[in-house]
């Protein structure tokens, strides 16, 4: 998911909100692939279109809060204005490009008068200004307010050039200037005169500043006075603006809606393009062609290591998986899950081909942490899982259980499992689990696929080559599976890994012996 980058706070929030397609959703779980295969398509023909379209995407911020208050009839702030009119002016380049988008029918309402709205003097910037157009009053008010200022600052410069060509001194723009202490004269000068005022001391020198007269006071006062009319005209100016937003609400959430759903949908895209993904084809049962599990082949990229793509057929029932240890059973099984719920998700998926049916629910057992944590085993937090999937099976589900009773003693962990697996083969889910025992898998109506693993390595030659570098046997390690027919025994390959990994032989010659043993 977290490879799948959206643009937008809309596409966000439809990220993950992202719809599961369970198993009656075929027919629009269906028609979603469509849109997306077609979409893949033509953003592959025409890069540009959508670099840009992906441009205009990122700058959307989220609205939906000032949406609330133009909903309750909240004067808009200034801040909240520009906010709406950067987005209706994103959404007018987006209007202008759709033609040549491939969006079947998701269609963006035009929001000119909108535009109009929040720039009536069609200056065509995206910042937000209460414009004198908008009231007689605020005009009046503005042009009073600028003559006044005009009206100060000449004065202002009169009584600077009188006071600075009668002491000559500079007296700097903001009416303040500086004497040094040592010029007695001047200084007595200075304190004859009323329109000089004492501003502060340093060490060396003494600050004064022109002293504003009566006159430019009371335009300043009036000026105060003009810019508290302002503010109150500008509310209402931006009332009558939020009354007129009203009106657009339903626009406005309709082009959320759709912005979202463009940016979820090339989002998707664009996944499927980055990592050569292909379009999951509906069908019974649960087939990958050379499936790629993303984020162990992420992993093993940065080991420099290659993911073998693995291959699977399964069918509603019950299918048991055997293999040695390290030989990609788990893998396997992680793999199922993920291809099933990317693509009930209506994601592509990476392998050649992918056929499965919807499901109303994945299951993958795992050690339950918190179930330990509570004082259960690791069996005990197993049985507790696979329990509750149990009583789902008739569901159309997908179970996926590793290592079934792997914590309890063999004897029983293999009763067990063999009385879970007839329970699991005759129901509606697809049923896959992994195990080491023996005989779990030899009846005609469970699947046996049995991981190659290690199987045509020379372990002779192996152990010359290595020592006990784990990347190098997972390197040599095939995760193709092969259908087993009849009765077979699950590959011993413990013993000569161990060897491989440098256990000392004294021990692992009496591991055989003892093996030998229980065998006969």
């Known amino acids: 998911m977290n490879k799948i980058k959206v643009q937008t706070p809309f596409g966000l929030k439809r990220k993950k909100e992202l719809k599961v397609y369970k198993a009656d959703d075929s027919s629009a779980l269906s028609a979603h692939l469509d849109q997306l295969e077609a979409l893949k398509r033509h953003m592959e023909k025409h890069p540009v279109t959508y670099k840009k379209v992906r441009g205009i995407l990122a700058h959307f911020k989220s609205i939906e809060l000032t949406l609330e208050r133009i909903y309750s009839l909240e004067t808009l702030s200034v801040t909240e204005l520009f906010e709406i009119k950067q987005f209706v002016l994103l959404v007018d380049k987006l209007v202008m490009l759709q033609d040549e988008l491939c969006f079947n029918d998701l269609k963006l309402i035009p929001l000119r008068d909108v535009i109009t709205l929040l720039d009536p003097e069609d200056i065509g910037i995206n910042s937000f200004y209460i414009y004198d157009g908008y009231s007689d009053k605020l005009r009046l008010i503005r042009a009073r307010m600028k003559t006044l200022e005009g009206e100060i600052q000449s004065a202002k410069k009169q009584a600077r050039d009188h006071i600075s060509k009668a002491l000559n001194i500079k007296i700097r723009p903001n009416d303040e200037f500086t004497i040094k202490k040592h010029e007695e004269l001047l200084m007595a000068e200075i304190e004859k005169r009323d329109d000089i005022v004492y501003v502060s001391d340093t060490m060396m020198h003494r600050n004064f500043k022109v002293k504003v007269t009566d006159h430019v006071l009371e335009k300043m006062q009036e000026i105060d006075r003009l810019r508290l009319e302002e503010e109150e005209e500008s509310f209402m100016v931006r009332t009558m603006l939020t009354k007129k937003l009203y009106d657009h609400l339903d626009a406005f959430r309709n082009n959320i809606d759709i912005i979202g759903q463009m940016d979820i949908l090339m989002a998707k895209s664009y996944f499927a393009i980055a990592f050569h993904m292909t379009r999951p084809l509906l069908g019974k049962g649960l087939k990958i062609d050379e499936g790629i599990h993303l984020k162990v082949q992420d992993h093993l990229h940065s080991e420099g ?15 048991c998986i055997t293999g040695a240890n390290m030989g990609g059973k788990t893998i396997c099984l992680r793999l199922m899950g993920q291809m099933q719920t990317m693509a009930q998700l209506g994601l592509f998926v990476p392998c050649k081909r992918f056929e499965f049916e919807p499901r109303n629910f994945v299951f993958l057992s795992s050690q339950d942490a918190q179930s330990i944590d509570k004082g259960l085993s690791t069996f005990g937090a197993e049985m507790v899982n696979v329990s509750k999937v149990l009583e789902k099976a008739d569901e159309k589900g997908l179970i996926l259980i590793d290592e079934l009773a792997r914590g309890t003693n063999p004897k029983e962990g293999y009763a067990i499992s063999k009385a879970i697996i007839n329970y699991l083969k005759d129901k509606a889910s697809v049923s896959v689990i992994t195990t080491h025992f023996d005989g779990l898998a030899d009846e005609e109506d469970v699947l046996h696929l049995q991981v190659r693993g290690l199987k045509d390595v020379d372990f002779e030659d192996l152990k010359i080559n290595i020592k006990g570098d784990l990347e190098t046997i997972h390197s040599l390690m095939d995760y193709r599976l092969e259908v087993i027919k009849g009765p077979e025994a699950v590959p ?29």
């Not at 290659?306 to 509603?316: H, L, Q, Y």
């Not at 491989?500 to 065998?519: H, N, P, Q, T």
Request: hydrophobic share 40%; glycine share 6%; no cysteine.
């Open 492 to 520: 011993k390959d413990a013993i000569r890994i161990s060897k491989l990994m440098g256990v000392d032989d004294e021990i692992l010659e009496d591991a055989r012996r003892i093996l030998d043993g229980e065998e006969r």
């Open 305 to 319: 290591l290659k993911f073998m793509p693995i291959t699977i057929d399964v069918e509603e029932g019950m299918s």
